[in-house]
T-cell receptor, first 113, second 113 residues
Framework: KAGVTQTPRYLIKTRGQQVTLSCSPI?????VSWYQQTPGQGLQFLFE???????NKGNFPGRFSGRQFSNSRSEMNVSTLELGDSALYLC????????????FGSGTRLTVV | DAKTTQPTSMDCAEGRAANLPCNHS???????VYWYRQIHSQGPQYIIH???NNETNEMASLIITEDRKSSTLILPHATLRDTAVYYC??????????????FGSGTQLTVLP
């Protein structure tokens, strides 16, 4: 079966701009989570969506937002980009309520210049 | 979720078993132990998880001590492709509830030829 698909793979943006990243989860997975990975902070949880509702949110400023559509696809948006937002953004999906592990996508590498 | 402690790095000879330890002394009864690995610049890959019994799948074995305060991930015949950062994560699972993965620094496993 197809894995978690994230687009685009690479992105270069300028400070102050906004960006939207997309994630298509594994078919049948209704939970989608987003993570940010930087060399200094490691992997950090951003938020989780389930059935179009944000269920959980990490400790990130309001510039980071997301949403989930009825087909479980998810987008995350970062507004007013800062240099420190340069990171690998990872999306992960899992089945509903079970103990199965998350399947991660390959990520979107965002560079803010 | 309980915190985990892992060694920063380990080496293993190709073809030998790699044993990666993890301490989670504050784990509670409804928390599972998950292992993920991340090969450079890729998304984390789910390996295995367990609650209190030892578990085995096609990738690895997970040995959890009787008091559940520590666990060991075993890669039975390590190959060069197993070189990665391995993360031990403890997660509370309850049906339908939000959950997040709290990644620590992990263990950098280097498989040597």
């Amino acid at each position: 079966k197809a894995g978690v698909t994230q687009t685009p793979r690479y992105l270069i943006k300028t400070r102050g701009q906004q960006v939207t990243l997309s994630c298509s989860p594994i078919s049948g997975h209704r939970s989608v989570s987003w993570y940010q990975q930087t060399p200094g902070q490691g992997l950090q949880f951003l938020f989780e969506y389930f059935s179009e509702t944000q269920r959980n949110k990490g400790n990130f400023p309001g510039r980071f937002s997301g949403r989930q559509f009825s087909n479980s696809r998810s987008e995350m948006n970062v507004s007013t980009l800062e240099l420190g937002d340069s990171a690998l953004y990872l999306c992960a999906s899992t089945s509903t309520g079970g103990v199965d592990g998350y399947t991660f996508g390959s990520g979107t590498r965002l560079t803010v210049v | 979720d309980a915190k985990t402690t892992q060694p920063t790095s380990m080496d293993c000879a190709e073809g030998r078993a790699a044993n990666l330890p993890c301490n989670h002394s504050t784990i509670s009864g409804n928390e599972y132990v998950y292992w993920y690995r991340q090969i450079h610049s890729q998304g984390p890959q789910y390996i295995i998880h367990g609650l209190k019994n030892n578990e085995t799948n096609e990738m690895a074995s997970l040995i959890i001590t009787e008091d559940r305060k520590s666990s060991t991930l075993i890669l039975p015949h390590a190959t060069l492709r197993d070189t990665a950062v391995y993360y031990c994560i403890v997660v509370k699972i309850s049906s339908g509830s939000a959950r997040q993965l709290t990644f620590g620094s992990g263990t950098q496993l280097t498989v040597l030829p």
